[in-house]
């Protein structure tokens, strides 16, 4: 699938919005109240997550989380064990549906995915899917799985700096697609803190700055404080560098289990705050609503 602009800003094959550097769509909504929100979440239909819906969604409530996101790793016909099948993806889609109706006066459930990117991979059903946010992640690079303790070893055979610079390239391709809401935990490769040589700042910058034209939004994920390296995605030094850039976040506890819903929250708060930032966003039906937190 090829993107193609229309009037220069819009997509035609997504309706996803493009915006010239550093500047951003106004929000849809905002809400001035405070909102406690987490919109990285996963199901057992990933095969590699436990706890029902239910049991994730009690959690949040008791938590006070407001907004409450499920972003199951969407279907792709590449490493189909870990992900929800074609098959079951209308399933999932219509139980995270039945759980924002049933939820509502209580709680706001948000329906999502989390897409891999991998070219030659993409999927129009996933990638026109009527849900309210794409999160895009990358997970591999040419078919390596680098988060996978599994693969680890492959490290050891590569260069990092050039690992680093290759996860960029493909995170500011990603970006560039205009096809995502959401940049998943956008410095995942350093979870086994395979550190690189040179600058981060320097790797991350061109994927920073497509990220600021796409308009897409940041996710400040927890997950990185249960890895190895022990730190949020991104770190504070490419938060900063966002925020330079005018680029707004979002919250995600990327839960795979019910203890992990909205872990490290307040962690999240504190880094998004020190960086500058006030707000963050969500998504209803890819629109995008700005929330005080
Ligand atoms: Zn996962
Ligand atoms: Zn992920």
Redesign the pocket.
Same mark, same amino acid.
């Given at each position: 699938m090829r993107k193609r602009w229309v009037h220069g800003l819009i997509c035609e094959a997504t309706g996803a919005k493009y915006y010239p550097i550093g500047i951003h769509p106004l929000p849809n909504l905002r809400y001035t109240t405070p909102m406690k929100i987490d919109l990285h979440n =996963?199901t057992t239909r990933?095969n =590699?997550?436990t706890g029902t819906l239910d049991a994730y969604i009690e959690r949040a409530i008791e938590l006070g989380i407001d907004v409450y996101g499920f972003s199951e =790793?969407a279907p792709m016909d590449f490493d189909e064990t870990?992900r929800v099948s074609f098959a079951d993806r209308g399933a999932y889609e219509a139980e995270v549906r039945a759980a924002r109706k049933h939820y509502r006066d209580r709680i706001d459930i948000r329906l999502g995915y989390e897409v891999d990117w991998l070219p030659g991979h993409m999927d129009d059903r996933v990638l026109q899917a009527d849900v309210d946010y794409l999160i895009g992640s990358v997970h591999f690079l040419e078919k390596w799985g680098f988060d996978n303790p599994e693969f680890i070893g492959e490290w050891e055979a590569r260069d990092i700096d050039t690992v680093w610079g290759d996860y960029f390239t493909a995170v500011e391709a990603m970006a560039e697609s205009g096809w995502f809401d959401i940049v998943g935990h956008f410095d995942l490769i350093k979870l086994f803190k395979h550190l690189p040589a040179t600058d981060i700042r320097t790797l991350a910058r061109p994927a920073l700055s497509a990220i600021a034209r796409s308009g897409m939004v940041l996710e400040i994920n927890t997950a990185g404080l249960r890895k190895l390296v022990a730190e949020i995605y991104p770190s504070r030094t490419l938060l900063e560098e966002a925020f330079s850039l005018n680029i707004p976040v979002t919250f995600g506890s990327d839960a795979?289990a019910i203890t992990q819903v909205g872990a490290g929250y307040d962690h999240a708060i504190a880094l998004a705050q020190s960086v500058g930032y006030t707000e963050v966003v969500t998504f209803r039906k890819r629109k995008m609503q700005m929330v005080k937190f």
């Open positions: =996963h990933c =590699h997550a =790793h870990y795979h």
